[in-house]
């Protein structure tokens, strides 16, 4: 009788951990998120449908051998627009995922970027020396106009209104 409760205990004691463990790689999840929103508004003129991929906090990591997945998974959406908001580099990271990342899409869209605090903390002209060597528009604190599909638009950029440098930390 005592080895059957035991046994009883020690199984539901594993669902509970298996549980605990799925949910805790459910919580703490660092991989590609991907979200699709249909966004309507009278201010558009034109019917056709506009594809603008917004793509965030990347932190130069390369998710896959050269950011082919990434990559792939962007031009499988056939953006119009490609925007890059923030956190796309990172000063404890290696420049290169972020290199890899321009290399692949830069020639799918035009491409705008706007800094986060990463790249404030580190060193911020190289860092956007980068995204200007690559072709990509840098907005900083300022909109252009563009024309997609016979739709006009402005796109504002806008720094990251909340970034302070490393040593106003004390982390550095």
Not at 21 to 29: E, F, G, Q, R
Not at 91 to 105: F, N
Request: with cysteine; net charge negative; proline share 4%.
């Amino acid at each position: 009788m005592k080895h059957k409760k035991l046994r009883k205990a020690l199984k539901i004691m594993a669902i509970i951990l298996a549980v605990l463990m799925v949910l805790a790689v459910a919580a703490l999840y660092n991989g590609l998120v991907s979200r699709t929103y249909n966004v309507k508004s009278e201010k558009l003129t034109n019917d056709e449908p506009i594809r603008i991929v917004v793509l965030a906090d990347l932190h130069s990591y390369t998710h896959g051998e050269d950011r082919a997945p990434l990559i792939r998974r962007v031009e499988k959406m056939q953006p119009d627009l490609i925007c890059l908001v923030g956190d796309m580099a990172d000063h404890y990271w290696p420049i290169e995922g972020t290199q890899l990342l321009l290399d692949g899409i830069t020639n799918l869209a035009p491409c705008t970027y706007v800094t986060g605090n990463h790249e404030h903390w580190g060193d911020i002209v190289f860092f956007l020396s980068v995204f200007e060597d690559a072709g990509v528009t840098i907005l900083r604190n300022e909109s252009m106009k563009m024309e997609i599909k016979s739709q006009p638009l402005v796109i504002y950029g806008v720094d990251d209104t909340d970034y302070t440098r490393p040593s106003d930390h004390g982390q550095f």
